[in-house]
């Protein structure tokens, strides 16, 4: 760990393939294929231990899609891409239409736009809509897929039953870090308000925001949730896409200790960034667990920590230590693996953290490390 360049994400293979392994459980108890959405978790350079576990991916774009295509089918022959968008473009829909299994759509309008334009250019893809079933206890607004004048899914309202011929599936994405509960609550307005759709449709896609891998997370209830609407609906096929629950608690971020000072309180200056590397402990906004730490004031050392750019805001908390902090020390901010590095940014000129594998047996591989070409390369 101490030889690590910081920062550094650390992904840990075992811990991955613990979160697989409970997927691959749900899937063989509920009959339900999991994909994996590229959107919360993209390190390429797992997916050949993904792809002996999940069907597939599901991509928000071209982009995903591509990736999925390239690293993901790559390591297992029948993983099958979903693509969706809020909108598809003209330009990019023909590659996509080549390189998806399925496509979902945002809205009658989009189906109608391209429908016949995708069928044409791949005739086994399969149609969905991504419907809102207008339900969700989603934790902030900007993680509500279903909140007020929502751009996503389309409403009952909104349903033109004369895309029904076109249509092989239906989607919903409704819950975000959520329970079993939350999603029960979900199927009962989805099947309320659209049930009486599902007649000849191959399947039923449920989303992502499960959170699955969650320690607490009821497994048992998911399963029997599944099965009773498969039973319910003729055996029709049900997806699960989530994200977060595969990268849930599989590594962390190492930054390393740049300076300390004193300006009413102790105050760390850390190698990452809290706006460009932990975006969500900002957009929740959360705070992220420091191993070894305590809460402000629980130990004998407390400290601000913050990021070296030159947002104000770009903190991370309030962190106590039973030691007081040293320059070079290394600070390690746990479940860093999900919503991070395929968000970061490099805002201020801020080095991207490196991305490492931490192998099951023990050693850490950097695999990939960036410099100031990956800056430079996104200016002219
Ligand atoms: C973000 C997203 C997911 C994955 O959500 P998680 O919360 O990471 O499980 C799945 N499907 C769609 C359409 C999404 O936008």
């Known amino acids: 760990m101490r030889d ?14 613990k979160n697989l392994k409970l997927l691959e459980y749900v899937q063989e108890e509920s009959g339900a294929k999991i994909i994996l959405a590229l ?14 576990y999940l069907q597939g991916c599901t991509a928000s774009g071209l982009h995903e899609a591509k990736l999925a295509r390239e690293e993901f089918c790559r390591h297992n022959e029948k993983a099958e891409v979903h693509t969706y968008s809020p909108a598809f473009k003209d330009e990019d829909i023909e590659e996509i239409a080549q390189i998806s299994d399925h496509i979902v759509f945002n809205s009658p309008n989009q189906l109608k736009r391209f429908v016949l334009k995708v069928k044409e250019i791949n005739p086994n893809i399969e149609i969905s809509l991504r419907l809102n079933p207008e339900v969700s206890s989603s934790p902030v ?10 751009r996503l899914g389309t409403t009952l309202a909104n349903f033109d039953e004369s895309i029904l011929e076109h249509l ?34 191959k399947y039923v896609n449920f989303g992502g925001g499960h959170h699955i891998t969650r320690k607490d997370y009821d497994v048992e209830k998911l399963i029997w949730l599944i099965k009773e609407f498969k ?33 009413g309180m102790d105050v760390a200056i850390l190698d990452t960034s809290a706006e460009a590397h932990m975006p969500d402990t ?12 305590g809460e402000a004031g629980e130990k004998p050392y407390t400290y601000r920590m913050g990021g070296n750019t030159c947002l104000a805001g ?16 290394k600070i390690i901010f746990e479940d860093q693996i999900h919503y991070t590095f395929v968000k970061n940014t490099t805002f201020n000129g801020i080095a991207l953290p490196s991305l490492a594998i931490k192998r099951k047996d023990g050693t850490i591989e950097v695999i990939k490390q960036f410099g100031y070409d990956d800056y430079k390369g996104r200016l002219s």
């Open 282 to 293: 900002l957009a929740m906004p959360y705070r992220a667990d420091v191993r070894g730490s």
């Open 231 to 263: 039973k319910k609906y003729n055996n029709i096929d049900v997806y699960l896409e989530p994200g977060e629950a595969v990268g849930w608690q599989t590594g962390y971020l190492v930054s390393t200790v740049l300076d300390t000072f004193h300006n």
């Open 168 to 201: 092989d599936g239906l989607n919903f994405h409704a819950l975000c870090e959520q329970d079993a509960d939350a999603l029960e609550e979900v199927l009962l307005s989805f099947e309320e308000k659209f049930g009486k759709y599902f007649k000849n449709l």
């Open 4 to 17: 690590i360049p910081t920062p550094a994400y650390v992904c840990e293979e075992e811990l991955l393939e």
């Open 39 to 52: 959107k919360g978790f993209a390190m390429w350079s797992t997916f050949d231990l993904v792809a002996k």
């Open 141 to 150: 607004d900007i993680y509500n897929p279903c909140g007020l004048y929502s």
């Open 314 to 329: 770009d903190i991370m908390g309030d962190y106590s230590f039973d030691e007081p902090l040293k320059i070079g020390d």
